[in-house]
């Protein structure tokens, strides 16, 4: 038999809390985001306005939990049994230990067929060199002409020119006016990017839109606006929709901007920068204050590292009081079904049991058993009565009282022995005489062992 090893020597045990925490972290940290497709199943909204639900198919199933903050932007809401695509991060519900994807997005399946083709015309043209890193052109520092390919009346350009003029309003902007949604939108596209060319004023030139759903960014994953795009003389820069959306036209173009706004910074100079740049004080502060950032950015992210985002804190607490709502409402559901049933079977006993009709059997019963039990009283005292009047006489009949009345004495020794021999007295012993009525103490002054 081998004894346990010392505490000291024994790996320490982790708590349920701290497994589940590191399983989330890991998941996190090693599932940035991810696209999912499957049936929607088990649907629940409670009042909080958070989705939770399974994505399932034929195989397997996973939980997901969809905020509010997030689904709010779903236009229609899925019903049980849809085939839908998520967008999300893997996570763990710490509390269960259930591991879910956290949803950012959804949308029907149906726009799988969009997906493929996207895919297909991205791999050909990947194949072809377009996307390859040493066809791009380098993007002016500071550009004299900027062109802009997008709607004369879309968000995009009144983003850009707002930040223009907020950077740079001495850079003069050319707008190619185009559709950018819609089937007309490629061949729209392809020729205002022609007139910026033949016009030859500008020296880069965005190509964008704002956002909007696949289908509406879908001009900008065509192949010809690609290629329109490729064998542009002039630096291109993509800026197509919010920062999540993917186009063909980001992977051609010399830079891809995640907005328009985020564009117009790109290739903006800040008129900060050029003043700053005059002195070679400033040069050196710049160079300083960016070391200095450099190790302040490493420093906070070795402490965002260790800080939990409280967004998700809230995110968690909120999914745990979901759930702990369900189970009450359940646990109450379960709990008025059985008091209602144990009602229904007391109601159905005490009909089948009515008082009335239990209280005048029970008071029958009752005088029968009282006349019962009177009788064998009655035959249980005359019983002891006749036993206790035999005992008297057979007890009276060898009583010594009853020998004492007929003359005769019982005599005892001053030892109160009593006297059954003569001989066992000596002249001047102090006998008594027990009588009928009384006694008698007397001196024995003679004794005669005659028979006699």
């Known amino acids: 038999m081998h004894s346990d090893p ?14 589940n925490r590191q399983a989330r972290h890991l998941l996190e940290t090693s599932f940035m985001q991810v696209w999912v497709e499957g049936e929607l199943s088990s649907l629940s909204r409670p009042s909080s306005g958070h989705w939770y639900f399974s ?10 939990a969809m905020f509010r903050g997030f689904n709010q932007r779903i236009r229609q809401v899925p019903k049980e049994g849809d085939q839908v695509r998520i967008r999300g991060k893997v996570s763990l519900y710490e509390n269960r230990g259930d591991f879910q994807i956290i949803v950012e997005h959804m949308e029907p399946a149906g726009l799988g067929a969009l997906q493929q083709a996207f895919e297909a015309l991205k791999a050909r043209l990947q194949a072809e060199g377009l996307f390859a890193v040493e066809r791009k052109k380098p993007i002016p520092d500071t550009p004299r002409h900027i062109g802009v390919v997008t709607s004369p009346t879309g968000a995009a350009i009144h983003d850009i020119l707002t930040v223009l003029g907020r950077r740079c309003p001495g ?24 007139r910026a060319v033949r016009h030859n004023q500008a020296d880069v030139l965005i190509i964008g839109r704002g956002g909007g759903s696949l289908e509406d960014l879908w001009c900008f994953n065509e192949e010809a606006v690609a290629r329109a795009i490729a064998a542009c003389p002039i630096p291109t820069v993509s800026a197509v929709g919010h920062e999540v959306d993917v186009t063909i036209a980001d992977f051609v173009a010399d830079l891809r901007a995640p907005t328009p706004s985020a564009a117009a910074e790109k290739i903006s100079p800040d008129q900060a920068a050029w003043l700053a740049r005059l002195t070679e004080t ?11 950032l450099r190790q302040q950015e490493v420093r906070l992210d070795q402490l965002a590292a260790r800080l939990r985002d409280p967004r998700r804190q809230l995110q968690e607490k909120a999914q745990r009081l979901d759930d702990v709502e369900l189970r009450f409402r359940q646990a ?8 209602r049933t144990h009602s229904d079977h007391l109601a159905q006993r005490l009909l089948a049991h009515r008082p009335s009709r239990r209280i005048g059997e029970q008071t029958q019963r009752v005088d029968q058993l009282g006349e019962r039990l009177q009788a064998s009283l009655s035959r249980q005292l005359e019983k002891r009565n006749q036993r206790l009047e035999s005992a008297a006489r057979t007890l009276n009949a060898v009583s010594p009282l009853a020998t004492l009345g007929r003359g ?14 003569p001989a066992t007295l000596s002249p001047g012993d102090r006998i008594r005489a027990k009588l009928a009525k009384g006694t008698v103490d007397a001196t024995v002054s003679s004794v005669n062992t005659d028979s006699d």
Do not use: F, H, M, W
């Open 6 to 19: 010392s505490p000291s020597l024994r790996p320490r045990a982790l708590t349920v809390s701290e497994l």
């Open 55 to 64: 994505l399932k198919d034929q195989r397997a199933q996973v939980r997901c």
């Open 171 to 194: 850079i003069p902007v050319t707008l190619y006016p185009t559709a950018v949604q819609g089937q007309a939108a490629t061949a729209s596209i392809v020729g205002a990017i022609d």
């Open 282 to 292: 400033r040069q050196r502060l710049a160079s300083a204050a960016s070391r200095y």
């Open 332 to 339: 109450i559901s379960q709990r008025l079904g059985r008091e």
């Open 408 to 421: 005769y004495a019982i005599v005892s020794s001053d030892n109160q022995t009593v006297v059954r021999d």
